[in-house]
C-alpha cells in the first residue's frame, strides 16, 4: 500500500507536466497560425499610410510681422495635425523659405529670426517634425543673412539642385559675442549643422576645415587643425573657409559632406522623400480661400484659333482679379499642336495665383487629354472618360516632338509624363510602381522609370491599360481625379465658391475677329499682304514724305502681324524685330548712306521677323511636319521681294501715266507744242535744253534734287528718284525747259 501510494504523485506530476506541453504546444501553433495569417497579409499595408504634412511659407527677408506670421501659422498647424507617439510617423511641416535669387534672406531682422529660431526649437513642436525647404526653381538661389538661423532650427533641411545655404554674417558689419552666442546655442539645441559649420557661415574671420580620421569626420577651426595634424589624426584634410570669406554650402556639398539625406526636385518629390501624401504640401486648401472664378466649354473641335482666344481670354481675366479658371471637357478631340500649347500655357500658371481646374464629363481623347493632365485639380463626369486618339495615329516624328512638349508639362507640374504621353502613343506600355520604402504609388512607364534616382525602390505592381480610356472609377483609383462631380454646381459646392463662375464664352464679335485673323494668316492672303505692303513702301520711297501709299503699306503690315499674332505664331518679339530692323535700314538710307551694317542688319532682322511669324516653331524646323510648314512660312518673304520688283516696275512705267498717281504728286511742267502754241511756253524761265548729254559735278546732296555743276555753271538738277552725294558724278538725261533730270555715273 505504501508503494502505491508513494507511487501516485509521481503519477499524478506527470499528468500536469503533460497538460503543460499540450498547452504550450497549442500556443506555439496558434502563434504560428497568427504569424502565417499576417505573413499572407499585404506587407505593405502599413507603409500605404503615409503621414500627415503641411506647406508653410516663409516670406524673405525675414521682418517681425514675417516672423509672428509664421509662428502663429506653426501653432494652427500643431493644432490641426494628428498627434502621433511614434517618431518616425510624426507629422511634418514643411517651411519653405522664398529663395528667389543668390542673396534671398539678405536683409532680415536677427531678433525676428531669433525668436521664430527659438518657437522652431522649443517644446511646442515636439509632435511634429519640421524641414526648412530651400528650392531653387531652375536657377541659382541662395538663403543667406540671418534667416538661415530660423532654417537650422528645423530638424531637417531640404535642398534643390542649384540650391545653396550660408552667409548668414552678410548684414553684420561688426560681429558682436552676443549674435555668436545667438547661431552657437541654436545650434547645439538642435545640431541639425554641426556648430562649427554654423559660425563658418557667420563668420569671415574664422578658418574651417573638414578632417577626416580614422574614425569619424570632424568639422573644426584652425587651431584645432594644428592639434590634429600634431597628433597624426588627420587623414585628409579639406579647407571650407579661409580668413576673410564667410562659408557658403551649395545643396552638392551638403550631399556629399551627408548634411542633407539627398537633394528634391519639387513639393512633389519632397513630399514622396518625407513618406507625405501627394497633395500635403500644396500652398492653399481648396476650402481655405475665397476663390473668384471663371468656367468655359471648350469646343467639340479644339485647333489653334480657339487656344489663341482661350489663353487671350484668360490672361484678361487674371488681370482683373480672377484666381480659378475652371475648363470644361467635353466629347471632344484637338488639333495636338493646338492642345499642347494650351497644355504648355496652363502648366506654366502659378497656382498660388490662379488655381486650373479640368472637368472631364465626356470623351476627352488624345491630345486634349493632356490639356486635361495639365491642370492643378482634374475633375470626372460619371460619364467622363480620357480616351486615346482612335484616328490617324502620330508619326514618329510628331511623337518625338510631343514627348518633348509634355516633359517640359509633367515637369511644371511636377507629375509623370508616362500617363499624358499613353494618351497620345497607342504603343505606350505604362504600369503602377509602389514605393517600397513609402508605399506611395506612381504611373510609369519603362523609360521614365529607369530614369528614377532611386528606380530600384519602386516595384511594378500592375499593368495601367488604357486603350478603352480611362473612365471616372479607374481615375480615381490611379490617384488622377480630385472628385467626381456630375453638374457644375457640385463644382462650385466643392471649392466653396461664393458667386457662381463667369462664363468665359466668345461673342459674335469674338468669332468675326477669329475669323477675319484666320482669313488674314492664310499663307497665300499673307503672302499678298507682304507684297502689296512692300510695293506701297517702294511707291513712298519715291516721293518722300507719310503719304497714303506709306500709310496703306504700314496699315498692311499691320493686319498681318496683328493676324497672326491672334493665331498664336507671332508675338511680342517678332513684331519689335521687325520694326528694329525697318529702323535699321532706314539708318542706312537716310542718315549713314551705303550698304553696310545697319543695312544688311536691318533686312535679315526684317525677314527673320516674317519667317517667325508664320510659323509655330522658332527658327530652324526640326520634325518632317515642321520641314512640311516651312515652305509656307517662307511665302511672305516672296511676297516682299515681289512687292520690291513690281513695286520697281511700276513706280518707272506705269504710276507716272495714271491720274490717281497725278493726284498725289507735283507734275513737271509740259513741254512746249510748236505747232499749237505757236510760241514760247509762259511757264519757262530758261531753255537748258543744251545740256542734254553733258557731265557734271553734285554740288550739294540729291535727295532727289538738288544743285549740280554743269560746264562751269551751277543749276537746280533733280535724279529718277536716287540718292547722290555730294561730289558725285552726274549726267543729264534729260532737260525740258528749266528741268533738268541726271543720273550717276557710277
Request: glycine share 8%; charged share 20%.
Amino acid at each position: 500500500m505504501k508503494n502505491d501510494q508513494d507511487s501516485n504523485p509521481p503519477r499524478r506530476l506527470s499528468h500536469q507536466r503533460l497538460t503543460a506541453c499540450i498547452m504550450v504546444l497549442l500556443a506555439w501553433v496558434g502563434a504560428s497560425a497568427a504569424v502565417a495569417a499576417g505573413a499572407q497579409a499585404d506587407p505593405t499595408e502599413e507603409e500605404i499610410i503615409l503621414r500627415d504634412g503641411m506647406l508653410i511659407q516663409v516670406s524673405l527677408p525675414l521682418t517681425a510681422k514675417v516672423a509672428s506670421e509664421t509662428i502663429a501659422q506653426l501653432r494652427d498647424a500643431v493644432a490641426s495635425l494628428p498627434v502621433v507617439v511614434d517618431a518616425d510617423k510624426r507629422a511634418v511641416i514643411v517651411l519653405e523659405f522664398d529663395t528667389e535669387t543668390e542673396n534671398s534672406g539678405q536683409g532680415s531682422d536677427l531678433g525676428a529670426s531669433f525668436s521664430l529660431a527659438e518657437f522652431l526649437v522649443g517644446g511646442e513642436l515636439n509632435a511634429v517634425r519640421t524641414v526648412a525647404y530651400l528650392p531653387a526653381k531652375e536657377k541659382k538661389t541662395a538663403l543667406t543673412g540671418h534667416a538661415i538661423l530660423a532654417a537650422i532650427s528645423c530638424n531637417e533641411i531640404a535642398m534643390e539642385q542649384g540650391a545653396s545655404i550660408g552667409n548668414a554674417g552678410v548684414d553684420v558689419k561688426t560681429l558682436q559675442p552676443y549674435i555668436r552666442d545667438m547661431y552657437r546655442g541654436i545650434a547645439e539645441q538642435r545640431l541639425t549643422l554641426p556648430v562649427p559649420i554654423v559660425v563658418g557661415m557667420l563668420d569671415a574671420d574664422t578658418r574651417l576645415y573638414r578632417v577626416n580620421t580614422a574614425n569619424e569626420t570632424l568639422y573644426v577651426y584652425g587651431d584645432e587643425l594644428e592639434k590634429l595634424e600634431a597628433a597624426g589624426k588627420a587623414d585628409e584634410t579639406t579647407t571650407l573657409s579661409g580668413r576673410g570669406e564667410m562659408l557658403k554650402l551649395s545643396s552638392d556639398q551638403m550631399v556629399d559632406f551627408r548634411l542633407i539625406r539627398q537633394r528634391t526636385g519639387s513639393r512633389a518629390d519632397l513630399a514622396h522623400q518625407l513618406g507625405l501624401n501627394p497633395t500635403a504640401l500644396e500652398p492653399v486648401a481648396a476650402d481655405e480661400r475665397n476663390w473668384v472664378a471663371v468656367r468655359s466649354t471648350l469646343p467639340t473641335i479644339l485647333d489653334r484659333s480657339n487656344v489663341s482666344w482661350l489663353t487671350r481670354s484668360i490672361k484678361s481675366k487674371l488681370a482683373s482679379g480672377t484666381d480659378m479658371v475652371i475648363l470644361e471637357f467635353g466629347d471632344m478631340q484637338a488639333d495636338w499642336n493646338a492642345a499642347l500649347r494650351l497644355a504648355e500655357y496652363l502648366a506654366a500658371l502659378d497656382p498660388e495665383s490662379c488655381r486650373t481646374v479640368a472637368w472631364v464629363k465626356g470623351n476627352c481623347r488624345g491630345s486634349a487629354g493632356v490639356a486635361a493632365l495639365a491642370c492643378d485639380h482634374v475633375i470626372f463626369g460619371p460619364r467622363g472618360v480620357l480616351g486615346q486618339t482612335e484616328d490617324d495615329p502620330p508619326t514618329p516624328d510628331q511623337l518625338e516632338t510631343m514627348e518633348r512638349t509634355i516633359k517640359s508639362v509633367a515637369s511644371q507640374k511636377d507629375s509623370d509624363r508616362s500617363l499624358m504621353m499613353a494618351l497620345v502613343n497607342p504603343n505606350m506600355v505604362i504600369s503602377r510602381y509602389r514605393s517600397a520604402k513609402t508605399g506611395k504609388e506612381r504611373i510609369l512607364g519603362r523609360a521614365e522609370h529607369e530614369e528614377l534616382v532611386d528606380a530600384r525602390d519602386w516595384v511594378r505592381v500592375a499593368p495601367v491599360e488604357v486603350a478603352a480610356g480611362i473612365d471616372s472609377a479607374q481615375a480615381e483609383s490611379l490617384d488622377i481625379a480630385r472628385t467626381v462631380a456630375s453638374s457644375p454646381e457640385v463644382i462650385d459646392a466643392y471649392y466653396q465658391l461664393e458667386t457662381a463662375p463667369v462664363s468665359l464664352q466668345a461673342t459674335s464679335a469674338d468669332k468675326f475677329i477669329d475669323g477675319l485673323a484666320g482669313f488674314l494668316t492664310d499663307p497665300l492672303v499673307s503672302t499678298f499682304l507682304v507684297m502689296f505692303a512692300f510695293i506701297c513702301f517702294m511707291n513712298e520711297l519715291s516721293a518722300p514724305g507719310l503719304g497714303a501709299f506709306g500709310f496703306l503699306g504700314l496699315l498692311l503690315l499691320t493686319a498681318f502681324f496683328w493676324s497672326h499674332y491672334l493665331d498664336g505664331s507671332a508675338a511680342w518679339f517678332e513684331i519689335l524685330l521687325f520694326i528694329v530692323g525697318a529702323l535699321f535700314l532706314a539708318i542706312e538710307l537716310f542718315v549713314v548712306p551705303g550698304f553696310g551694317l545697319f543695312g544688311i542688319g536691318g533686312i535679315v532682322m526684317m525677314l527673320m521677323a516674317l519667317v517667325m511669324a508664320g510659323q509655330s516653331f522658332v527658327v530652324i524646323p526640326t520634325t518632317d511636319e515642321q520641314f512640311e510648314e516651312l515652305p509656307k512660312s517662307l511665302l511672305p518673304i516672296l511676297g516682299a521681294f515681289a512687292g520690291i520688283a513690281v513695286g520697281a516696275v511700276i513706280l518707272k512705267n506705269v504710276l507716272p501715266n495714271t491720274p490717281l498717281f497725278r493726284m498725289f504728286t507735283l507734275q513737271p511742267p509740259k513741254p512746249r507744242d510748236e505747232q499749237l502754241l505757236g510760241g514760247s511756253d509762259p511757264e519757262a524761265t530758261a531753255d537748258w535744253s543744251h545740256l542734254m548729254g553733258r557731265k557734271g559735278t553734285v554740288v550739294t546732296r540729291l535727295m532727289p534734287s538738288g544743285k549740280a555743276k554743269i560746264d562751269g555753271k551751277v543749276y537746280d538738277v533733280i535724279t529718277d528718284g536716287q540718292v547722290v552725294q555730294k561730289g558725285g558724278k552726274i549726267e543729264v538725261i534729260e532737260a525740258i525747259a528749266n528741268r533738268v533730270v541726271v543720273r550717276p555715273i557710277d
